[in-house]
């Protein structure tokens, strides 16, 4: 597959969800509380500078942005033009907030602009995962941390479902395991700071610049 035809499909997919990203029910639940799992180990302070790659429509940015008291700058990006808009609107009183139609692989903003990045349950939708993982890298100042968390393919369990859902869902590349995120941060230039389960095979992958 084409990078265009991928970035094609994902855009269509992902431009649906948005008429329905903020419902509620149990998949819904499932993806705040995972999201909220992921907030709660980050050490947030005030007049950060924070980006949610993958950010849908912005939940998990308004979150982050509450708990420093609304300080700072926060940025969201996703591939989906129906995501940002939405992400747009739920957010259009704050003069601190910006939403960026963009591709993780090639994000329009400059080197060593944040303290904390974050990916969640987006990054094995990226066709080119090192050129995601390097762009994470540019973006973050020194000392600064990215969380990133995905299904992660340490079972033999998870490597079949992986399969399926290849074989079901075009949009879909790979779950990685821990030790090839690992390897992924590693090769961008960044320490690797380990990872946390927070569901079974679920798990936040962190590394610091």
Same mark, same amino acid.
């Given at each position: 597959m084409t990078d265009s035809e991928h970035n094609r499909i994902n855009e269509e997919k992902w431009d649906k969800w948005a008429k329905v990203a903020d419902g509620k029910g149990a998949m819904f639940d499932y993806l705040r509380k995972a999201q909220s799992a992921l907030i709660s180990m980050i050490d947030i302070e005030e007049d950060l500078t924070f980006l949610d790659i993958g950010c849908g429509t912005g939940w998990a940015v308004g979150q982050v942005a509450q708990t420093a008291a609304y300080t700072g700058t926060f940025y969201g990006v996703d591939l989906s033009q129906g995501m940002i808009d939405k992400a747009r609107m739920n957010f259009n009183a704050y003069g601190n907030f910006h939403f960026i139609r963009a591709n993780a692989e090639s994000i329009p903003l400059d080197d060593n602009t944040f303290n904390i990045i974050i990916c969640t349950n987006s990054f094995h939708h990226y066709l080119h995962p090192?050129?995601?993982m390097k762009e994470m890298s540019r973006l973050l100042k020194p000392g600064g941390k990215i969380y990133?968390?995905?299904? #992660?393919?340490? #079972?033999l369990l998870i490597r079949l479902i992986d399969k399926i859902i290849r074989f079901l869902e075009p949009q879909h590349v790979k779950l990685y395991s821990t030790e090839e995120f690992k390897n992924l941060i590693l090769d961008s230039g960044l320490k690797y700071s380990g990872?946390?389960?927070i569901a079974p095979s679920e798990?936040?992958?962190m590394g610091q610049k």
């Open positions: 090192h050129k995601a990133i968390l995905d299904p #992660t393919a340490d #079972t990872s946390k389960e798990k936040v992958h």
